[in-house]
């Protein structure tokens, strides 16, 4: 991200807890010291102080390191305790000024407690997130009516408010976690329920906040604004333009921290989120900058889903709607090697494979990009300048002063790393060296998949080091070819991940965001030639839920100014992957502009399954396009069934992406859709769970 003069004096709230005192809940319960929480705050310090105006003078840092101690280093009137963190709110709203930025990250642990007000609470809790004294006779935490009360004064002085929650917010918690990842949350004692530790201690009556009396009018307030709105919100926001929340999780789920370059620990979101705006131009809205961080994050994690409440079409760090592309410059060029040098690079938080659109110099309106001269892929990473690779796009030439903008960060890997728990099973290693779809990682590295020896079996984990659902059938370590096995069933979830989770990161594309899709609703007594009739779902949830036999609708708007071509496909529980609309021979269905569609379809769960989630992914182009590609059988057949199509150079560029996503060997180690035409296809995916009906 380049760097931004906000037009606007920003103020930032930095909290991170690695540290928390030693008090115990009457079960034996606790909340374990992290490792990440202080690194990310100080990571979103550098950032912000690099890529903003923020003056130094502005920014608050509550944080708690470990230490050998049993106390933080830092002074105890910056310890993130709930006194001072109250305080340190109420202290941005007496600094700041109308229309001035407000900017609050916190990393630490977050729970459910007894509500302090049970009345307005149906479910008797609150959502907290835990000072570092949270306290033994009675609990000491910051409760999402406290934190909507402060949030509300903040907003109700015209400030334009940020908050991130890098924290789980609920009583889910992970067990048997690897050495590269924990969960912020409650580490439950002997005592306590297996699934869900939630405190129930009696909360005092009481709060430096506000008086009782005051939250319960600001929480019925904000609970009688939700329920007019079609989006909903958690609780922690009042319903504003104003004010725009990122939380890590949804409320049953977990957020993770993870040793994402293999050695230093970060949390996930603040990792992505970090990584997004260093790759992406100022100008982004928060709905664009969520829509990557749902992709990355969920694709790694997948009990983590950031959410996005507030108004999703406000720039990052802006009060606009609309800003200017940032673009760069090409420095030098060389058309005997076709490629240029950009004034970007390592220093700028780019890496290799990063892709930019090259526009003709002085150029300010990036929207046409019949403009474009070329792409550049960056292919020799420099400190602030480097070499990229062109690929022209028309006869017009490249000259020096060209505008180069960012259009994709070329994140998306075919080439996933494997860590081998147990170093003495040779042979996995050995079958992981030889396949060209994975490497191996190092002891002491963080990987995307793990293997580990379980009794007599190869167990395959994902990198949150849980063991991955519904690969049958096992692999026994005395069967002939084994280690074979676990390669190529590595390689079939590498290809379904990929396909998960490719993306056009062109946010200058003008299809971006124009392909609307949502759950319309079930029915369970429809045939196919009636007319639908869809119901809200009755199986209720953070992900929407339906029962096999039952119909699901799914509802395809086309928002663009002609014509798409549309097709769906199921990624399915059992790693399958098939596209169920339109069926064959036919690839799409042509949806016109301004027209919206209502798709029946019968989820189904594979036998021996009680219950699964499926993903459901739309594809939308200008052209035509082939997205059978794509198509992976259940991991337990031993065939491939996707097409297998030899057309050589009569293959458009977007049929091109896709065979590499589906080849026998990948020809590069990263996806780069937007080498591509980005400006004639996007995607977007929902999800829906499925469970088989008690008999």
């Known amino acids: 991200m380049t760097d931004q003069p906000l037009n606007s004096t920003l103020h930032a709230l930095l909290i991170g807890i690695d540290h928390y005192l030693p008090n115990r809940l009457p079960d034996g319960g606790y909340f374990r010291n992290l490792s990440g929480c202080v690194r990310d705050v100080s990571h979103v310090e550098k950032f912000l102080l690099r890529k903003t105006n923020l003056d130094s003078r502005n920014i608050l840092k509550l944080t708690s390191s470990n230490s050998d101690g049993d106390e933080p280093p830092e002074p105890r009137e910056l310890w993130p305790t709930y006194e001072n963190i109250v305080r340190a709110f109420q202290n941005l709203g007496e ?20 509500a302090l007000i049970p009345e307005i609470k149906t479910n008797g809790l609150d959502e907290v997130l835990v000072p570092m004294d949270l306290g033994s ?10 934190m909507a009360k ?68 600001n929480w019925e307030e904000i609970s009688t604004a939700s329920k007019r709105s079609l989006s909903g919100h958690s609780g922690w926001v009042p319903g504003t333009a104003d004010y725009v929340l990122l939380a890590a999780c949804r409320s049953t789920e977990s957020a993770f921290e993870f040793a994402f370059d293999g050695k230093e620990t970060n949390g996930a979101l603040t990792y992505w989120l970090l990584n997004t ?42 009060s606009n709607h609309v800003k200017p592309v940032y673009s760069g ?16 690079g390592q220093a700028h938080g780019l890496r290799k494979g ?65 860590r081998v728990i147990d170093r003495q099973i040779p042979e996995i290693e050995a079958a992981i060296n030889d396949s060209a779809w994975l490497e191996l990682a190092e002891e002491q590295e963080a990987g995307d998949y793990q293997i580990k020896v379980a009794e007599n079996y190869y167990q395959i984990l994902d990198r949150t080091g849980i063991a991955i659902r519904h690969l049958e059938p096992p692999i026994k370590i005395e069967d002939q070819g084994a280690a074979s096995q676990v390669a190529q069933r590595l390689e079939h979830l590498t290809r379904y991940h990929a396909v998960q989770e490719l993306d056009n990161y062109d946010s200058t594309s003008p299809l971006a965001g124009k392909l609307v899709i949502e759950w319309a609703g079930s029915q369970k007594d429809f045939e196919h030639g009636q007319k639908p009739e869809p119901h809200p779902f009755e199986l209720k949830g953070d992900i929407p839920g339906v029962a096999v036999g039952e119909y699901v609708f799914l509802r395809i708007k086309n928002s663009y100014s002609s014509a798409l071509n549309v097709a769906v496909l199921d990624l399915q529980p059992d790693w399958g992957i098939s596209q169920i609309h339109p069926l064959p021979p036919t690839w799409f269905q042509l949806i016109d502009a301004g027209q919206e569609v209502l798709i029946p379809f019968g989820p189904d769960l594979p036998r021996n399954y009680q219950s699964g989630t499926d993903v459901v992914k739309v594809f939308a182009t ?72 008690d008999n």
Request: glycine share 6%.
């Open 150 to 217: 402060l949030l509300k004064s903040l907003v109700d002085l015209h400030l334009m408010v940020t908050i991130v929650l890098d924290s789980c917010h609920s009583a889910g918690a992970t067990r048997d976690l690897s050495p590269q990842l924990a969960s912020r949350t409650l580490t439950p004692g002997p005592n306590a329920s297996s699934t869900d530790p939630i405190d129930l201690r009696r909360p005092r009556r009481g709060s430096l906040v506000a008086s009782i009396d005051d939250l319960k009018t």
């Open 137 to 146: 006779s009675e609990p000491l935490y910051l409760r999402d009516i406290e």
């Open 354 to 418: 990063a892709e930019f659109a090259i526009y003709p110099s002085l150029t300010t309106d990036f929207s046409d990009q019949k403009k474009r001269l070329a792409i550049a892929t960056i292919k020799d990473l420099g400190a602030v300048d480097s070499w990229a690779d062109l690929l022209p796009l028309g006869n017009d030439e490249v000259a020096v002063g060209a505008a180069a903008v960012l259009i994709g960060p070329g994140s998306g890997k075919l080439v996933r790393r494997v």
């Open 622 to 693: 200008v052209d035509t396009a082939n997205f059978r590609w794509l198509q992976l059988p259940p991991l337990d057949q031993q065939t491939r069934s996707v097409l297998n199509f030899k057309g050589g150079d009569r293959l458009g560029p977007l049929d091109r992406l896709l065979a590499a996503v589906s080849a026998d060997l990948p020809p590069t180690r990263n996806l780069m859709p937007a080498a591509h035409p980005s400006a004639h296809w996007t995607t977007a995916q929902l999800e829906i769970q499925v469970v088989r009906p």
């Open 95 to 114: 600094k700041a000024r109308p229309d001035d930025q407000i900017y609050i990250h916190y990393s630490g642990h977050g729970n459910r407690c007894a």
């Open 277 to 318: 705006l260093e790759e992406m131009d100022f100008g982004l809205t928060y709905n664009q900058l969520n829509d990557r961080l749902v992709a990355r994050v969920h694709s790694q994690f997948e009990r983590q889903t950031p959410q996005l409440e507030g108004d999703g079409n406000r720039t990052v760090f802006g």
């Open 329 to 344: 410059l090409v420095m030098q060029v060389d058309m005997s090697r076709s490629r240029v040098l950009l004034n970007a």
